[in-house]
C-alpha cells in the first residue's frame, strides 16, 4: 500500500504584532524621492508612521549625532514612541542612527545610546531592547545577514509574547546599490515578518 501522510503543525504560532517606523524623508534627507518611497512602502505594508522633529539636533557629521544630540534624539523618540505602545515590550531594529553613539571616540563599544533610550522607555513603563548595526536597513548588509528582516526574525523565535517592533532605518538602502524595486520588496516582507512573527511549516507525518 502506498505511505499515507497526515500533516501535523509543529510550533505554530500566530500572534499579531504593531510595527511602527520613523519616517526617513524627514530632517537632513527630506527630499529624497527614494525615501519618500520608502516611507510610502512601509505605510502600505502596514507599517505606523512616527515623525520624529531633527531640527536643532546636533550633528557630529552629516549623518550621525553628537553625543550631546544623542541625548536630545532619544528623549524626542521616547515622548514619540511611547504613547503608541500598548504592550508590555517593545523591540527597536535599526542603524548607525544608534549604534554610532553606542562607541566611544576610543572604539569601545559601550552601548551608551541604546542605554539611554531603554532607560528613558523604562521610566515610562516599557520594557525596551534594541538591535543596532551600523551601515543597516531593509537590504543594506543582506550579504552579512544583517538586515532587518533577519534580525527581526531572529528577535520573535525568542519571544512569544506578542511585542511592538519599531522600524528606524532606511536611509542605508538609498546608497546599497540595490534596485528600488527590491528594497521596496524587502520592506513588505520585513514588516509581514515584523507583524505576524515566526510561522513554522507544517510537517508531514507518516
Not at 500572534?15 to 512602502?41: K, P
Not at 543597516?136 to 526574525?153: D, M, P
Amino acid at each position: 500500500m502506498p505511505h499515507q501522510y497526515t500533516r501535523v503543525a509543529h510550533s505554530v504560532h500566530i500572534r499579531m504584532n504593531r510595527v511602527f517606523h520613523i519616517v526617513t524623508n524627514a530632517g537632513e534627507w527630506q527630499g529624497s524621492e527614494i525615501l519618500q518611497l520608502i516611507d510610502e512602502r512601509l505605510i502600505e505594508a502596514g507599517s505606523n508612521p512616527i515623525f520624529v522633529d531633527w531640527d536643532g539636533i546636533e550633528m557630529d557629521d552629516p549623518d550621525h549625532f553628537t553625543n550631546s544630540g544623542a541625548v536630545l534624539f532619544a528623549s524626542r523618540l521616547v515622548d514619540k514612541v511611547a504613547p503608541c505602545v500598548k504592550t508590555e515590550t517593545l523591540h527597536v531594529i535599526t542603524d548607525s542612527t544608534v549604534d554610532y553613539n553606542d562607541w566611544s571616540e576610543n572604539g569601545v563599544y559601550t552601548r551608551e545610546s541604546s542605554k539611554n533610550i531603554i532607560d528613558a522607555f523604562r521610566k515610562r513603563g516599557i520594557t525596551a531592547t534594541i538591535d543596532a548595526i551600523s551601515g543597516s536597513g531593509f537590504v543594506a548588509r543582506a550579504v552579512y545577514n544583517e538586515h532587518f528582516r533577519k534580525r527581526v526574525v531572529s528577535h520573535l523565535t525568542t519571544t512569544p509574547l506578542q511585542t511592538t517592533i519599531l522600524l528606524m532605518g532606511g536611509w542605508n538602502d538609498v546608497t546599497s546599490g540595490h534596485p528600488i524595486t527590491r528594497i521596496l520588496n524587502a520592506i513588505a516582507s520585513c514588516v509581514n515578518a515584523s507583524t505576524n512573527g515566526v510561522r513554522s511549516r507544517p510537517l508531514l507525518k507518516q
